[in-house]
């Protein structure tokens, strides 16, 4: 199975409310990373969390880090329409070159 | 600065035809690497390279080449292409990987849409 998953798959919220969105993984990592993929669009960068690093926050977003369980979390607060977008996480494995990504999550918000 | 550019956005290709994607980044970029992306499956990753003249093997390679002969472009060819490789292709560039382990963020191309009958 693959490195990141994601929970839950889909996610449909009202205007205004926050969305939590969860991701696992099984291996030793470097960093975590949430990126961010409006339909039919590329992947856009939206954070970054180092291993030694527990929160961080940018505008809207806030991500947690828990290494000892091997899972991080995306909250996104006061959503609004233009956050409907597929949501995926991203692990750097310590000693490799690239990312690996989770299966995402479907992120609707509704008017 | 354009960014990432992937060539073309569609093709449709029937089993057994080959055919090359380009992707071209602007931001001087050490390392490229070439995504597919299937319904429920998220990206796999298929090759990527981490300098002019490299390239290495992702998670899912079989079926595919690539080369890096210019710093700004990866190309991705598909041989002899099989329905199996319908899919959406991304190709990703970043800075190089720090020795502290300072991950840096993929920048995405738009995609390339592929068909294959």
């Known amino acids: 199975s693959q490195q990141g998953e994601e929970d839950p798959q889909a996610l449909s919220i009202q205007e205004g409310e926050n969305a939590t969105m969860n991701c696992s993984y099984k291996?030793?990592?470097?960093?975590l990373q949430w990126y961010r993929q409006n339909s039919g669009r590329g992947l856009v960068h939206l954070i970054l969390i180092r291993s030694n690093e527990r929160e961080k926050h940018s505008g809207r977003l806030r991500v947690t880090l828990d290494t000892s369980k091997k899972s991080s979390s995306l909250l996104i607060t006061a959503s609004r329409a233009a956050d409907t977008a597929s949501y995926f996480c991203a692990t750097a494995i310590q000693g490799a070159q690239k990312l690996v990504f989770g299966q995402g999550t479907r992120l609707t918000i509704n008017p | 600065n354009a960014g990432v550019t992937q060539t073309p956005k569609f093709r449709v290709l029937k089993t057994g035809q080959s055919m090359t994607l380009l992707c071209a980044q602007d931001m001087n970029h050490e390392y490229m690497y070439w995504y597919r992306q299937d319904p429920g499956m998220g990206l796999r990753l298929i090759h990527y390279?981490?300098?002019?003249?490299?390239?290495a093997k992702g998670e899912v390679p079989d079926g595919y080449n690539v080369s890096r002969l210019k710093k700004q472009n990866f190309l991705l060819g598909l041989e002899s292409a099989a329905p199996s490789q319908t899919s959406v292709y991304f190709c990703?560039?970043?800075?190089?990987?720090?020795?502290?382990?300072?991950?840096?963020?993929?920048?995405f191309g738009p995609g390339t849409r592929l068909t294959v009958l």
């Open positions: 990703a560039s970043s800075y190089p990987w720090g020795l502290a382990g300072a991950y840096n963020e993929q920048f």
């Open positions: 291996t030793s990592i470097n960093n």
């Open positions: 390279s981490v300098g002019e003249g490299t390239t």
